[in-house]
């Protein structure tokens, strides 16, 4: 936690001389310059622990922690003709350490993965008709860490109706991944494959919102998403009912398919009523469900709770079985839980302050939230993460 009330305290010395530096407009004049719209930094703490790992073959600690700083900057600027130009820069870095990954060379402090650093910078580039009710945007984003690459790409558009009460969003994704091959120690050979294999995954996503009146706003969100390549994780064992061990083999092609639909709904003025469901399919036959509550209240002209709770069921992929329930006669196999049939629940809260004159006299430093939230999940494994988000505007 420590790193985190560092990398607050850095932003907060950036945040003071942005303050000191830009003049307030209350004109309503609309700036052909650059400037910074916003500044959200969120820092996060993840532990989790289980005793179902995949990397030996079902069983074995889950144990991982995890901590994340991400800072997203979000400049804009008017052209002459009045177009608004937006530019969404993120940074993220995360540094983790698991227990299961060690066990990749079956000893202590023996696998380069057990604990490593995750890099995700993005960019996003938004061209938005505020007449018209149109906006365009392009993104670039990566992530690398010690096994794993991923270089994505998106284009998206969308358009508002005629009275500006409903809108229509077209999203395409791209991501081209590269894994690195580490095999369990003992399935490597002289002839084992080195390396990397891609994996590469193609999104469509389409939603469409609707003000229905002053109290309900409304959304539905469908996706198709294809992957192929190397869809299994190299260094995940499964063990057989004849006491061998192998390497996880799934197929190397899935089409997902999600729909979802998002409400909110005021009542009065210190009460919002989320809610959210989504149905999940995909052709490797598993399924699930989520339903999402989420009610924030106004305690004060500056202080706000938001209690959540999310249930999640699944049907598993009928390529799963536990710890040496496979047999030979099978194409495809994995013992990894996440593949599994199980329900999970995650409850927790969110505290969100903006004072009217800035937090700690900063006129633009107007939000400081605070979330935590406990998981848990039938296969035993459970999990706490606490963030805190720092907003500048």
Known sequence: ???????????????????????????????????????????????????????????????????????????????????????????????????????????????????????????????????????????????TEFDYQSFGGNVSYSKKTKDKSGEFTGKFQAYLDQVKMILPVELRTPTSPTGTESRNTFAVSLGYSQIINQNLQIMFLADVITQSGYLSLPFHRVYFNDGTVHQENLPDTRLKIPLAVRASYFLGDNVILRAYYRYYSDDWKLTAHTADIEVPVKLSQSLSISPFYRYYTQQGTKYFRPYGAHNGTQEFYTSNFDLSTFNSNFLGAGLKFTPPKGVFGIKHFNTVEFRYGHYTKTTQMTSDVFSINLKYK
Do not use: C, W
Request: proline residues 1%.
């Open 1 to 143: 936690m420590k790193r985190i009330i560092i990398t607050g305290f850095a932003l907060l010395g950036i945040l003071r001389l942005s303050a000191q530096s830009t003049p307030t407009d209350s004109t309503g004049y609309k700036s052909t310059k650059l400037k910074i719209d916003e500044i959200n930094l969120v820092s996060s703490y993840y532990k989790q622990d289980g005793n179902n790992s995949a990397v030996t073959g079902g069983i074995g600690t889950e144990e991982l922690t995890d901590i994340s700083n991400t800072i997203d900057v979000k400049l804009l600027k008017y052209g002459k003709t009045g177009i608004k130009h937006g530019f969404d820069l993120e940074i993220g870095i995360d540094h983790y350490t698991s227990a299961s990954s060690d066990m990749i060379d079956l000893q202590a402090n023996s696998s380069a993965s057990s604990a490593d650093n995750r890099f995700f910078p993005s960019i996003t580039y938004t061209r938005e008709n505020e007449e018209k009710g149109n906006t365009l945007g392009l993104g670039l984003s990566s992530s």
